[in-house]
């Protein structure tokens, strides 16, 4: 499953691609990044919002959303009930989050 969505995403001009899951109802602190990161949703769900932002509506994403999200942009995810499987590009500081480095 991963391969193709990857490829997917690659072909979106990005290369450093991997395949994520998180379990059901996790939640990640409003946050940013050093780039750009961006998500293709393979499976299960995922809400977004920009709490410093004028317009600070929640979306949520399901199967087959791009999420883009811009470098610096302070954002809070929650994922839904069922987990969330996505393919995303891998900017330096979101690979070490993924690997429980400290500077996510």
């Known amino acids: 499953m991963g391969d193709q969505h990857e ?3 690659r072909s979106w001009g990005f290369d450093h ?3 994520w899951s998180d379990g059901p109802n996790s939640h990640y602190a ?3 990044h050093a780039g750009l990161t961006t998500h293709l949703i393979v499976d299960g769900e995922m809400t ?3 709490p410093n932002e004028e317009d600070r509506a929640k979306v949520t994403y399901g199967p087959g959303s ?3 999200v ?3 942009r302070v954002h809070e995810v929650w994922i839904g009930s069922k987990g969330c499987t996505l393919a995303a590009e891998e900017t330096e500081t979101l ?3 993924c690997r429980g ?3 996510g």
Do not use: I, K, M, N
Request: net charge negative.
């Open 7 to 9: 490829a997917q995403v």
């Open 17 to 19: 691609v991997f395949t």
């Open 30 to 32: 409003p946050h940013s």
């Open 48 to 50: 977004l919002w920009y």
């Open 66 to 68: 791009r999420v883009d």
């Open 70 to 72: 811009e470098a610096g």
């Open 95 to 97: 690979a070490r989050a």
């Open 101 to 103: 480095g400290e500077d």
